[in-house]
C-alpha cells in the first residue's frame, strides 16, 4: 500500500548491523593482547550486571513464597498466644486448683492469603484463599499483623468474601486502651488511613495519641487487637465525642490475613438467642 514502511528491509539492516558488529568485536579480540584485555574487562562487567539482575529477579520470585512462611508462623504462634492466655486466664482464679487447665484457648486462627482486595469505593470488600475446606464461616472475624481486617460474610470451599473495615456498613466494638471508654468505630467513607469512634461520652478524658483496640465485647474479635490512635475529636450534640482514629492497617498493602475462630461461638450464639426469646 502507498505510504506504508515495509518492516523487512529494517529487520534486514538490524540484523547486519549486529553480524558486522560481532565481526568486529572478533577481530579485534585477536588483534592484539590489549584490545583483548580491554573486551575480557568489559565481557566481566556485564556478566555480573546480568548475575546482580538474575539474582535480584530470584530475590523477588521467592519473596512471596517467604512472606507466606512468615504468615503461617505467625497464625502459629497467634494460637500459641492464645493457648497460653487461656492457661494464664485460669491460673489467676482463686479456685484455679479445683479447675482443670484448658487444653484449648477461645480463639485460634486460620492464616490466608488476600486474592482481592478494593479500597475505593464505599462497601469494600476483601477475597481470601481460604474457605469451608480451611475451617472458614460467615461471621468469622479477620485480622492482621496490623489490627482487624473484616467480618466474612461469604464462603466458597476454598475462598471467602469479607465485608472490609473500610465499608460504610461495617462497625467494630473498639475502645480507648488507656480509659477503658468504648464505642463503635466506624468508616465514614473518607479516608482510608482513618476511621470515626463514637459515642464516647464527653465526660470521658483521653489524650491524642492515646491507642484504640477491640474491646472484646463480641464474640467475633478476641480483645485488645490493635486498631489505631487518636488523632483529633470533636464533640457532637453536646453529648458525646466523635474521636478521629488513624488506622494502623495500610490497607492498600494487604497481602496476609487471619481468620479469626472463637472456639466457643456456638454456644455464646445459643445463649443469646435463649436469653432473646425469653
Do not use: C
Not at 529477579?57 to 512472606?67: D, E, Q, W
Not at 468505630?185 to 477491640?214: C, Y
Not at 472484646?216 to 474521636?243: N, Q, R
Amino acid at each position: 500500500m502507498p505510504g506504508k514502511t515495509s518492516v523487512k528491509p529494517i529487520l534486514i539492516s538490524i540484523l547486519t548491523f549486529i553480524i558486522l558488529e560481532g565481526a568486529a568485536l572478533w577481530m579485534m579480540s585477536g588483534s592484539s593482547y590489549f584490545q583483548r584485555a580491554r573486551l575480557n574487562e568489559a565481557y566481566i562487567q556485564v556478566e555480573k550486571k546480568l548475575l546482580n539482575s538474575n539474582s535480584n529477579i530470584r530475590y523477588y520470585l521467592t519473596l512471596n513464597r517467604a512472606n507466606a512462611v512468615l504468615a503461617e508462623e505467625n497464625s502459629q504462634l497467634r494460637n500459641t498466644l492464645s493457648r497460653y492466655q487461656a492457661l494464664l486466664d485460669t491460673l489467676r482464679r482463686k479456685d484455679s486448683i479445683s479447675i482443670p487447665v484448658p487444653d484449648s484457648s477461645l480463639f485460634s486462627y486460620i492464616p490466608a492469603r488476600v486474592i482481592g482486595n478494593s479500597t475505593n469505593k464505599s462497601h469494600n470488600y476483601i477475597i481470601i484463599n481460604k474457605g469451608r475446606k480451611a475451617g472458614v464461616k460467615e461471621d468469622m472475624g479477620v485480622i492482621s499483623a496490623n489490627g482487624v481486617v473484616g467480618v466474612v460474610n461469604a464462603v466458597s470451599d476454598n475462598y471467602a468474601h469479607i465485608i472490609s473495615l473500610l465499608n460504610i456498613k461495617q462497625s467494630v466494638s473498639a475502645r480507648i486502651s488507656q480509659s477503658g471508654a468504648f464505642g463503635p468505630l466506624i468508616w465514614n467513607g473518607v479516608s482510608t488511613t482513618h476511621a470515626v469512634l463514637t459515642e464516647i461520652p464527653q465526660h470521658i478524658k483521653f489524650r491524642m495519641g492515646d491507642s484504640v483496640v477491640t474491646s472484646g465485647f463480641s464474640a467475633i474479635f478476641p480483645p485488645d487487637i490493635p486498631l489505631g490512635k487518636i488523632v483529633g475529636s470533636k464533640i457532637v450534640l453536646g453529648t458525646h465525642h466523635e474521636i478521629r482514629v488513624k488506622l494502623f492497617q495500610d490497607f492498600k498493602t494487604l497481602k496476609f490475613v487471619n481468620v479469626v475462630v472463637n472456639n466457643n461461638r456456638s454456644e455464646i450464639d445459643s445463649l443469646i438467642l435463649t436469653g432473646n426469646e425469653e
